[in-house]
């Protein structure tokens, strides 16, 4: 079926497609570098399993939670909700050594990290009518596509520079800047009340 490009004129989806990607952008990384940290560390490379375990246990719980709790809270309160958790757990990674705090954190930040994707799909979807949902998604996964490939190379470069512990507080600011599309978002829908 053919694209229909007139999605790309609703605020609405261009908003949405925005705090989308900016999430992709800020997730897509986390998992490449982290092994890099705990190295960093000096944790024990058998304890990169443990982890990610805890991370992909905590992916499965965010899904199944955020995705109930959307509709209950509404999308953008809540993607901003997740975008400043994953920002301040960031913070708490790069910056507490104690292997205890890591593991909990694995279980937070796969948990929020994978949890806003439930949420953005439903901003995607109620900013366009349902006839220009295909187009929308397309969109959409292109645009997220695009973060996830680009994210890993600029993250790379910036460790490179800076060294792998700020990656992730650079990580965490770019899942800062996914949630003003929906803080903008928030303010429209009261000033319409």
């Given at each position: 079926?053919?694209?229909?490009?007139?999605?790309?004129?609703?605020?609405?989806?261009?908003?949405?497609?925005?705090?989308?990607?900016?999430?992709?952008?800020?997730?897509?990384?986390?998992?490449?570098?982290?092994?890099?940290?705990?190295?960093?560390?000096?944790?024990?490379?058998?304890?990169?399993?443990?982890?990610?375990?805890?991370?992909?246990?905590?992916?499965?719980?965010?899904?199944?939670?955020?995705?109930?709790?959307?509709?209950?809270?509404?999308?953008?309160?809540?993607?901003?909700?997740?975008?400043?958790?994953?920002?301040?757990?960031?913070?708490?990674?790069?910056?507490?050594?104690?292997?205890?705090?890591?593991?909990?954190?694995?279980?937070?930040?796969?948990?929020?990290?994978?949890?806003?994707?439930?949420?953005?799909?439903?901003?995607?979807?109620?900013?366009?009518?349902?006839?220009?949902?295909?187009?929308?998604?397309?969109?959409?996964?292109?645009?997220?596509?695009?973060?996830?490939?680009?994210?890993?190379?600029f993250f790379g470069i910036l460790a490179d520079?800076?060294g792998v512990l700020m990656i992730f507080p650079?990580?965490?600011?770019?899942?800062?800047?996914?949630?003003?599309?929906?803080?903008?978002?928030?303010?429209?829908?009261?000033?319409?009340?």
């Amino acid at each position: 079926s053919k694209l229909d490009a007139s999605v790309l004129r609703s605020r609405r989806f261009m908003l949405s497609n925005a705090a989308s990607l900016l999430d992709s952008f800020a997730n897509s990384s986390l998992f490449i570098f982290i092994p890099f940290l705990l190295e960093y560390r000096g944790i024990e490379a058998s304890f990169i399993g443990l982890f990610t375990s805890i991370f992909f246990i905590g992916n499965l719980l965010g899904k199944v939670v955020m995705g109930r709790m959307t509709d209950r809270i509404g999308q953008e309160r809540l993607l901003i909700c997740c975008e400043s958790c994953i920002f301040i757990s960031l913070l708490l990674l790069a910056f507490i050594p104690s292997a205890a705090i890591i593991s909990a954190l694995a279980l937070i930040l796969g948990f929020f990290t994978k949890g806003t994707v439930p949420i953005t799909s439903t901003m995607i979807a109620e900013a366009v009518d349902k006839e220009a949902f295909e187009s929308a998604y397309s969109i959409n996964s292109l645009s997220t596509s695009i973060a996830n490939t680009v994210a890993p190379l600029f993250f790379g470069i910036l460790a490179d520079i800076l060294g792998v512990l700020m990656i992730f507080p650079a990580c965490g600011a770019a899942a800062l800047l996914a949630a003003v599309p929906a803080a903008i978002m928030l303010r429209e829908k009261k000033m319409m009340k």
